[in-house]
């Protein structure tokens, strides 16, 4: 079975319906699916913009990993073949089946050790792929995923301009190459020619952090990072030491995400590079497609409430061109497209 | 247990009084807690974390525009710093709830509402099981833990006395609407003998299907997208007004004429802490023998009392609701009992006194009905009030008490639990002799005293509380009502009948905002006085020591009459002089029984 | 004479909506206002639950500090 993760880079960029599209296209070729979710999907509005949300249907047959108090929470019926360990606010989690299609309420496991216990009782079910659906802008428990899809558009921002900027860093980071193979090292470690030295903290988020740890640092070799580095505290790398000759390795790219500011950690990476500094992951991800949304969630600030608004299609489009990964808008060009890109190449 | 190290953070420097009662309900019991400051960033927070190697995480935090992405990054670093397995992740704040938290990517939430004990034992692991009122509202109990004994001997005697007459009586009749509930009963409602028992609008409708002028019949589609708005709009966390075993329960009155409208107003009401609803049914169903059948609407002071209109209402009320169906005062008084029965109503309201002397219906055949009705009610166990609004004719508290205490006995004898309903009124007696110059608190007061020096049973005082004291402008109104609640409140009677800000408004009908209006206020007064009450001055004592020997003066006369009916008639309950004119409705229609 | 002009300050509107959750009843309020005309205005109070919101939406017509409307001579171009 495989493990495909659609992240979002903020609420309303489309995840669900992209989810969507996947479980259609998949019920149109007869191909088993299991479906869950980092966070709540599938109720009639949204939590906190309070707009109305994409619903969410499976068809017979299809598997839900969905929290306890969410299994009579929609139309379909659901066969609870196995309480799972992991909890969540709305009740454990529970492998269930679908024995009558409909409406599901999908609750699921909010952290990549639940995801993969999910997964592990999924194996062998007979379901090929498994569906994650993201949750707001969080990404940190898709990262091990096997397909990784990136939901964006105008409510990460409605500036095109400011929107095609941070998506051109997102997909620098998340296609950064895969580092040396083997790195064994269970915490985040310094080598020098005087030898190899643990830092102390598997993540690096502040200046200061880094101002202490890389104080009267020789010549670097090589950095591990097994947590995060934000884009602040990479900048403060930048100035600690000479990135030429030195390769940066982070676990994974989704924590080079995680910091405040994404032209900082962008302007960051152009200093390492610029200077002669490699960068690499650990685990790399298999970004197979950015899929775009219209939609924005527009704050009037009088009244206090969201207004639902969209950005000019074409626009769009035209802004997400030449990206070097395919981009869809899901609902103008479908799910057998999206289809197409992510899944069949895996085949 | 062990002790965990929990760390928290009030993102939002406005709401971290939440955070600081739960660090100190931590503290004692023996955590080691971290507080941080507010504004700091989710790195900053991480940081934290990971120095002061945090077991727990607690964030407070009102949603905004942006926050959940913000509050979604830190779930994400907390993932990244490779920690989310030793920490436990909890929220707090305005509009969170369990949902909001599972979007999130945190292990709990906790709204505005949460006690601190259940923040406790998110820390400590435990499944919190909250105190049962707490968690979600009961049907209240009306006649709480009331004996019906009697404290004065030489009115108990007498009262049993002048019933005992007058159930030797009620055997021997027979009318119209004690045979029409006979045939309701046996499943003949509509049916020939029962229209033969009817009025003429009656009979139209079943025969030729003509409906009474301004009256329409509710069709299937509307119906349908009615109940569709109800089953979305169940009240999850209904307000809970009292705060003291002893505060009343709170009922409100509807009939707009449309169930439809009754029933948004009393979804509004029953989410704002309504404990009870009281059908009103229109004056024109008094004066009527026989009921209409369908699901019917108008516009007008009260709504159709038919078995749909009933059957859809109670598919709209919350299981704690309670639900009264009024049957005090027309000639369908024992059929809407039965009614009301078998439409699973909780409570009814009969008193053929006041709907003989106020409410235009003939005393004699009043009695026989209201007798009927109240078997009806024993049976569906439904206890009963008996108003007492003849007071507001001009009839004094005492004739009216005097009245109310012989259906009480009545009521005991035939097995039902009659609930004494006393106004909380500015009567016309009062305006005359001046009880009320100073404050409303003593004659109310004294009565209820009185009461109490009588009999121990339930006191439901009406309806509405503060009647004539209203005036159309909403701010007054609500905080007369208010006051009326906070006495019945210090008075530790059972329940009261509240206004709308509209009680004095007579030129439309009553809108929902003017029903949560006096709510709102009552559920003040409550929070107001708490375990605290307000005092009567030494008068009231004074009033009811005069009441209690002035209702027994009234039921001596009634004793030495020897005929509760006729006493109606001969003006002893109230005569013509003080406002009360037996009523013509229904005159002479009570039969020998065959 | 525009009546509106004499409002001393502000129009309140106090009512119940009819809506699912307090961010539709926010939706509505401001639809409601924009429907009567009245493009400056706040929600003073709304609390949802069951089958809608009370709700006290409130219209400015005059701010403090404004040139009043009920002044003479004070009408406020459109």
């Keep these: 079975m495989k493990v495909l993760g659609i992240a979002g880079t903020a609420k309303n960029t489309g995840k669900t319906t992209t989810t969507m599209a996947l479980i259609e296209t998949a019920g149109i070729k007869s191909i088993p699916l299991a479906v869950t979710s980092i966070g709540l999907d599938g109720e009639e509005f949204d939590q906190v913009t309070g707009l109305p949300k994409p619903r969410l249907s499976l068809p017979e047959g299809a598997y839900l990993v969905t929290a306890e108090r969410c299994v009579h929470g929609g139309t379909a019926k659901l066969e609870v073949l196995q309480e799972l360990r992991a909890k969540t606010p709305l ?40 569906i994650v659906d993201g949750a707001l802008n969080r990404m940190a428990p898709l990262a091990g995923t096997d397909v990784f899809v990136l939901a964006t558009g105008a409510a990460r921002s409605s500036n095109l301009a400011t929107l095609r900027r941070e998506t051109e860093v997102l997909v620098r980071v998340l296609q950064l190459p895969r580092g040396i193979p083997g790195e064994k090292s269970a915490h985040s470690y310094l080598l020098t020619e005087d030898g190899k030295r643990a830092l102390g903290t598997d993540s690096l988020l502040s200046r200061e952090r880094i101002k202490k740890i890389f104080k009267n640092t020789g010549e670097a070799k090589k950095i591990y990072i097994k947590g995060v580095l934000t884009g602040e505290a990479f900048s403060e790398l930048n100035r600690s030491l000479t990135p030429a000759g030195c390769q940066l390795i982070v676990s994974n790219p989704i924590n080079l995400l995680l910091g405040e500011d ?43 409430f969201y207004q639902p608004r969209y950005v000019e299609e074409d626009e769009l489009k035209n802004a997400f061109q030449s990206l070097g990964v395919p981009v869809i808008n899901v609902v103008r060009e479908g799910g057998e497209r999206l289809w197409e890109t992510v899944i069949s190449r895996e085949n | 247990m062990r002790k965990k190290r929990v760390l928290l953070s009030p993102l939002d420097p406005v709401h971290d009084i939440g955070l600081k009662m739960i660090k100190n309900a931590l503290d004692e019991a023996g955590h080691t807690t971290f507080l941080l400051p507010p504004d700091v960033t989710p790195g900053e927070i991480v940081e934290e974390a990971l120095d002061k190697k945090a077991e727990v995480i607690l964030l407070s935090r009102t949603l905004g525009y942006g926050v959940a992405e913000l509050l979604g990054r830190f ?91 007058t159930l030797e009586w009620y055997r021997e009749v027979d009318s119209p609407g004690v045979r029409r509930a006979e045939l309701r009963e046996a499943g003949s409602a509509g049916g020939q003998d029962y229209l033969e028992l009817s009025s003429d609008s009656i009979r139209d409708f079943f ?65 704002w802490g309504a404990d009870g609803v009281v059908h009103f049914d229109p004056s024109w169903g008094a004066k009527t023998e026989g009921l209409l059948a369908g699901l019917l609407s108008h516009e007008e002071n009260g709504s159709v009392l038919s078995e749909k209109n009933l059957e859809l209402i109670k598919k709209a009320l919350e299981k704690s609701t309670l639900w009264q169906v009024r049957a005090h005062r027309g000639l369908n008084t024992p059929e809407t009992v039965l009614l009301a029965g078998e439409a699973g109503a909780d409570l009814t309201k009969i008193n053929p006194v006041y709907g003989s002397l106020g409410g235009g219906t003939d005393p004699e055949r009043l009695l026989a009905d209201g ?19 003849e007071e507001l004719c001009g009839v004094p508290a005492f004739k009216a008490f005097a009245g109310m205490l012989i259906v009480t006995q009545l009521g005991l004898a035939l097995g039902a639990k009659p609930v004494l309903q006393p106004l909380f009124c500015y009567s016309p007696e009062m ?18 005293m009185a009461l109490r020096g009588i009999i121990d049973a ?42 709308s800000t509209d009680e004095a408004y007579s030129g439309g009908p009553i809108t929902l905002p003017a029903r949560i209006d006096t709510l709102q206020g009552t559920g003040e007064a409550f929070r107001f006085l708490g375990s605290a009450g307000m005092q009567p001055t030494s008068r009231a004592e004074e009033w009811a020591e005069e009441l209690t020997s002035n209702i027994l003066r009234v039921l001596k006369e009634v004793a030495k009459n020897g005929s509760f009916l006729d006493s109606l008639y001969q003006g002893i309950l109230g005569s013509k002089e003080e406002g009360a004119y037996p009523g013509r409705n229904g005159r002479r229609t009570v039969q020998k029984r065959r | 004479m525009d009546a509106k002009t004499r409002v001393v300050d502000a129009l309140d509107i106090e009512t119940f909506l009819i809506c699912k959750n307090e961010e539709e009843g926010r939706r509505i309020s401001a639809g409601l206002m924009e429907s009567m005309g009245c493009s400056d205005f706040d929600l003073v109070y709304i609390h949802h639950e069951g089958i809608g919101a009370r709700v006290r939406i409130r219209a400015y017509v005059n701010r403090p500090g404004d040139r009043y409307t009920w002044l003479e001579g004070g009408e406020k171009d459109a």
């Excluded at chain 1, 997964?119 to 079910?125: A, H």
């Excluded at chain 2, 509380?465 to 609640?485: C, D, K, M, N, P």
């Design chain 2, 207 to 271: 025969k030729e299907g003509i409906l009474p002028s301004g009256l329409r019949l509710i069709g299937e589609e509307e119906q349908k997208s009615l109940e569709n708005v109800i089953a979305t709009g169940r009240v999850e966390n209904p307000r809970i007004l009292q705060r003291q075993p002893h505060q009343p329960l709170v009922f409100i009155q509807y009939g707009t004429g449309c169930p439809f409208m009754d029933i948004a107003h009393i979804k509004g009401t029953e989410a």
């Design chain 2, 431 to 448: 305006m005359l002799g001046g009880q009320m110059e100073d404050n409303y608190i003593d004659y109310n007061a004294a009565k209820v």
């Design chain 1, 262 to 304: 994404l032209q900082e950690l962008a302007k960051a990476l152009d200093n390492w590079e610029n200077r002669g500094g490699k960068i690499g992951v650990k685990f790399d991800l298999p970004l197979r497609a950015i899929t775009i949304n219209p939609f924005f969630p527009d704050w009037q600030e009088r009244g206090r």
């Design chain 2, 75 to 165: 779930v994400d670093l907390i993932e990244g710093a490779g920690i989310r397995h030793q920490v436990q992740l909890g929220i707090g704040g305005m509009a969170i709830k369990p949902e909001l938290a599972a979007e999130l990517g945190f292990d709990q939430g906790f709204g505005p509402k949460t006690p601190v004990e259940e923040a406790v034992a998110f820390v400590e692991g435990r499944n919190y099981v909250p105190t049962q009122e707490a968690s979600t509202k009961k049907k209240g109990n009306l006649l709480r833990e009331r004996t019906y004994d009697y404290h004065h001997e030489e009115i108990n005697s007498l009262l049993e006395e002048i019933s005992e007459k």
């Design chain 2, 458 to 499: 339930p006191i439901w005082a009406g309806a509405p509380i503060g009647f004539l004291t209203h005036t159309e402008e909403r701010v007054q109104s609500a905080v007369s009502t208010s006051f009326h609640a906070g006495m019945a409140a210090s008075l530790d009677i059972e329940g009261i009948s509240i206004a």
């Design chain 1, 91 to 130: 009740g454990n989690l529970q492998l269930t089946r679908v024995n009558q299609g409909g409406r599901v309420l999908m609750a699921g496991p909010n952290n990549r050790r639940d995801l993969n216990e999910a997964v592990q009782n999924l194996e062998g079910k007979g379901a090929e792929f498994l």
């Design chain 2, 371 to 389: 007798l009927k009705a109240m078997e009806y009610a024993a049976r569906y166990n439904m206890p009963f009030d008996m108003p007492t609004n």
